[in-house]
């Protein structure tokens, strides 16, 4: 029996763990000092390990294994190389350029990233959102510089001269000439934007960025792409309109000049359409089958160039085509300075796009193959795969899910396959790009609407999205109408709002919750939750499971009032009237000293809060114990709400306890000052730290002991 009465006795001593003393923290001159030296010293190894770092390709091209991987490159590089040529094309009509300048796009991004890229098998160049962005800032600048629209020009977009002399900061060169200036200046803008963040070491960023917010946005974007695609599809010259609520305004001019649609170029669209749309289909059936995608836009490409040359329908039926793409390559050239301050807004948002549509496709194959990116490497090699071209007469790129996931399927192991397909793109650049003449833009926005198909099919996603996460569903939804409806920039920024106002809002949304213990073990739960868990006599265990900020700290003295059934500020109010009543009917002893008469109101007062919740409920709440576990951090007006509630309970008589706090807690309730070192002990040696709620129910139990014999009741 004596062993059994000290092995209970054990189990009833509460749990006291000693606290590891903090260093003392540094000045701030002395942390800034420790940082400098350690970024800013140098060795041979601290030399190599930095520059190993910034050029991958220095790492994993000595230890290539040649006979192991480069079939495998090879074929993958042909491959993405000759999807390139015709999406490299397509795609420059999407950002307002001549195809010429796609084609460098694509040929400088390869090469780049290959040297600078951590990821071996994502596939840097030319994407559908990033264009239609960059094609957007393109066409205010023109218009802002007086150029003719699109409607107004010729075939060769080199006729159209500069009309608005008077504007100085216009460059003085043809259209042509002047959309690449400002494509080039908003690209090499968005890389000095991409490497100052790599710089500041931002690339975390990326994380606040979800996945339903990034295909919403892209969506979005693809229904805006999809429908500035339509007036080539059916042969108008209308301009492209710019502002907000861009879409409904495109609608509005097709339906407006319907009238004008080319016949040969509705044809030719229906029949592209016709045979790439079931063709893609094919290519996706098989995939698992088929050694690698057969190249049908290609295909397409080069019958429907001849048809066209052969045809002559440019010159009889007014059928508009590519125009002269020249061979070889031009000489580089600065961006235009004066141009900046008009676009920098414009290229910070293509710079955040860009990077995450990058990170995060590389880091979902380099999670599939197993194997770790940098996301601050990554934010180099995408700002140096803007920043150097640009020099040469290109624009904005980022990866593509499409082109990578060819480049997966067809055998890729390192970003050789890359180099492969820069090959490729060299060999039409300097030799194959002028039979491209005669080809149709309607072919050019066919190939991009089809390759929008992926985009779109979120849409059947969306009611599965719903049933597991409607959150998720919601950030998509409005992220997704506001970058198609509204503006596209504007778009990402709403989404990362709406995200954040989610997150915030799940702060709003917990409740405290009232605890019960399991028979057998010393567990808690919540009572409305599970069966068989019994509550303490005299004590209510709660449980709040989010932060106590300023911002919600309101709503937790309120959810907890309404959980234990008492309101403190109310009771007080209460027994105060009853005061004032008592002392005009004249009730009031007048010969009892004041000590005397406070100790009887405080009885009084305990003795009404024990009735009145006897009358609401089945217990009586003498002491709460609130469970902290789910309290992530407290600000000052967490740690402030804390202490108005304990005061207010203890003015009705009810004591309350804090069991579960993790260190950050402790530290800001310790700093804010709740444990009075007077009346709860010293700090650090607190008997009213409580690591476990069964520690803090004994407690209150052993004080309550001579009102009740504090048992469990079921």
């Avoid at 190993?52 to 390709?57: A, T």
């Avoid at 994380?207 to 295909?215: F, I, K």
């Avoid at 961006?335 to 860009?354: E, M, Q, R, T």
């Avoid at 099919?457 to 719903?466: A, E, G, I, Q, T």
Wanted: charged share 20%; hydrophobic share 45%; proline share 4%.
């Amino acid at each position: 029996m004596l062993h059994e009465d000290g092995a209970e006795a054990d189990l009833q001593e509460p749990l006291i763990l000693e606290r590891v003393e903090k260093e003392p923290e540094k000045k701030w001159y002395t942390f800034v000092s420790d940082r400098a030296k350690k970024h800013c010293s140098c060795s041979p190894q601290k030399a190599k390990s930095k520059i190993l770092g910034f050029v991958p390709i220095l790492k994993w091209l000595p230890h290539y294994k040649l006979r192991d991987w480069i079939l495998g490159d090879i074929m993958s590089g042909i491959i993405v190389g000759i999807l390139l040529v015709p999406q490299s094309i397509a795609y420059s009509l999407l950002a307002s350029q001549d195809p010429i300048y796609g084609l460098y796009t694509s040929f400088f991004s390869s090469i780049i990233y290959a040297i600078l890229g951590s990821s071996r098998h994502i596939s840097v160049g030319i994407f559908g959102v990033l264009c239609l962005l960059v094609g957007q800032v393109v066409d205010r600048e023109l218009a802002l510089a007086g150029y003719l629209p699109e409607s107004s020009t010729g075939i060769n977009n080199s006729e159209s001269l500069l009309t608005g002399q008077e504007n100085s900061s216009a460059v003085a060169c043809d259209r042509s000439c002047y959309a690449i200036t400002v494509g080039a200046t908003v690209t090499f803008t968005a890389g000095i934007y991409q490497v100052l963040m790599g710089l500041l070491q931002v690339g975390f960023v990326s994380v606040y960025l979800s996945d339903s917010l990034l295909s919403g946005f892209a969506t979005g974007a693809s229904l805006t792409i999809l429908t500035s695609q339509l007036k080539y599809l059916l042969g108008l010259k209308i301009p492209r309109p710019q502002g907000w609520f861009t879409l409904f305004k495109t609608w509005y001019g097709l339906f407006a000049n319907l009238a004008q649609t080319n016949i040969c170029d509705l044809i030719t669209s229906l029949v592209c359409l016709a045979v790439l749309i079931p063709a893609k289909e094919l290519n996706d059936r098989f995939k698992s089958k088929l050694k690698a995608p057969i190249p049908f836009e290609l295909f397409v490409v080069i019958v429907a160039t001849l048809a066209s040359h052969f045809g002559h329908f440019n010159s009889e039926y007014g059928s508009g085509v590519a125009g002269d793409i020249p061979t070889g390559f031009l000489p580089p050239q600065l961006p235009a300075w004066k141009l900046i301050p008009n676009v920098a807004v414009d290229a910070f948002s293509i710079a955040i796009v860009g990077f995450a549509i990058t990170v995060s496709l590389s880091e979902m194959f380099a999670k599939k193959h197993g194997y770790t990116v940098d996301a601050n490497q990554e934010m180099y090699a995408i700002g140096f795969c803007n920043i150097l071209p640009s020099f040469f007469r290109c624009f904005t790129t980022s990866a593509a899910l499409t082109k990578t996931l060819v480049k997966e399927s067809t055998g890729c192991q390192t970003q050789m396959s890359g180099l492969i397909a820069a090959v490729v793109l060299l060999l039409v650049l300097l030799v194959i790009a002028p039979l491209f003449y005669s080809l149709q833009k309607c072919v050019l926005a066919v190939i991009i609407v089809v390759n929008l198909r992926g985009a779109l099919r979120k849409f059947r996603d969306l009611p599965r999205m719903w049933h597991v996460n409607r959150i998720d569903a919601a950030i998509w939804l409005i992220t997704m109408a506001t970058s198609a409806l509204v503006n596209t920039e504007l778009g990402l920024l709403v989404g990362v709002l709406v995200s954040a106002f989610f997150v915030l809002g799940r702060t709003q949304q917990a409740h405290v919750l009232e605890l019960g213990r399991t028979p057998t073990r010393e567990h808690y739960e919540n009572v409305s939750s599970y069966h068989g868990l019994r509550t303490h006599s005299g004590v209510a265990v709660f449980r709040y499971g989010a932060p106590i900020y300023y911002a919600n700290q309101s709503l937790f003295k309120k959810s907890l009032y309404k959980c234990a059934a008492l309101n403190p500020v109310r009771e007080k109010a209460q027994r105060l009237k009853f005061k004032n009543k008592k002392q005009e009917a004249g009730e009031m002893p007048k010969g009892k000293s004041e000590d005397k008469l406070s100790t009887e109101n405080e009885a009084e007062a305990a003795a009404s809060v024990t009735v009145m919740l006897e009358e609401r409920s089945s217990i009586a709440v003498r002491s709460l114990v609130i469970d902290c576990s789910g309290v992530l951090f407290l600000d000052t007006a967490g740690v402030n709400a804390l202490n108005e509630v304990r005061k207010d309970y203890r003015e009705v008589a009810v004591e309350v306890l804090l069991a579960q706090c993790n260190t950050s807690v402790l530290e800001s309730l310790e700093r804010g000052g709740y444990y009075d070192s007077k009346k709860d002990g010293e700090v650090g040696k607190n008997n009213l730290i409580f690591f476990t709620i069964t520690d803090a129910v004994n407690y209150v139990q052993s004080l309550n002991v001579p009102n009740g014999d504090g048992g469990n009741k079921s």
